[in-house]
């Protein structure tokens, strides 16, 4: 079986993570789409809502399909969410599916940053996609990295968490940003309405 792993810090999920794996599963013919929120990202600070919350918003987002699915491993895991020690555990516990790690072209860009990434490479092949804002060139990065890097192309989609947390905190519309399920357990719950996010 081939599986996209669709990992982000998911705060909120948002129509460009899903338009991403779905293109993605779409052209390299993945049989699914793990999505897979973080517990403490890597490179950035979590803003806003906390691990649970956004489990719970990313299931709301991928209940509906059955080609896509949430997994709670990192957020279970707790700590920082390293990419190399899930990818280990994924192997271990589905050693018969031949996983993918899906990102945008900002974290194609990071790649030479993350944890381990010489040993992480050789694990798992990684798809980019295109995004607003980013240039993809796989030129620049290291030789090591560069065969272990595919492309899918991509309705450029100008969303980001951060931009979708600005609005709610404006008291502006993301209705057709997020999914609807996704934009009820937020007005429910309250979340990102302070300024400070
Ligand atoms: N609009 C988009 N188009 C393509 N890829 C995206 C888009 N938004 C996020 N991604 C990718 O999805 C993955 C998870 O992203 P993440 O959850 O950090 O969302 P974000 O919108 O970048 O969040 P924030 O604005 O809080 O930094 C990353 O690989 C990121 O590059
Ligand atoms: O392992 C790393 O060093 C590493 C560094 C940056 C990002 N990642 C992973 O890449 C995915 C997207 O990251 P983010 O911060 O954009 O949500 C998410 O699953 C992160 O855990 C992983």
């Given amino acids: ?36 929120p973080s517990h403490i990202p890597p490179h950035k600070q979590a803003a806003g809502a906390t691990g649970e919350q956004r489990l719970d918003m990313t299931k709301l987002a ?30 271990k516990k589905y050693p018969n599916t031949t996983f993918y790690f899906i990102i945008g072209a900002d974290m194609v860009n990071y790649l030479p940053k993350w944890e381990r990434i010489e040993e992480l490479v050789q694990q798992i092949t990684f798809i980019g996609v295109g995004r607003p804002g980013f240039e993809l060139h796989l030129d620049d990065l290291p030789e090591f990295l560069q065969s272990r890097v595919l492309l899918a192309e991509m309705p450029q989609v100008d969303i ?26 937020i007005t429910r719950s309250g979340l990102y309405e302070s300024k400070s996010r």
């Fill in 62 to 91: 991928t209940e509906d399909y059955q080609d896509y699915s949430t997994l709670d491993i990192e957020v279970v895991r707790g700590g920082v969410s390293y990419t190399i020690d899930t990818i280990q555990l994924l192997h």
């Fill in 160 to 185: 980001s968490s951060t931009a979708i947390r600005r609005r709610l905190a404006d008291g502006k519309s993301v209705r057709f940003m997020v999914p609807d399920s996704v934009l009820t357990y």
């Fill in 1 to 36: 079986m081939k599986v996209g792993i669709m990992g982000g810090t998911f705060d909120p999920i948002h129509m460009g993570h899903l338009l991403a794996a779905e293109t993605v599963k779409d052209a390299f013919k993945l049989d699914e789409v793990w999505f897979m």
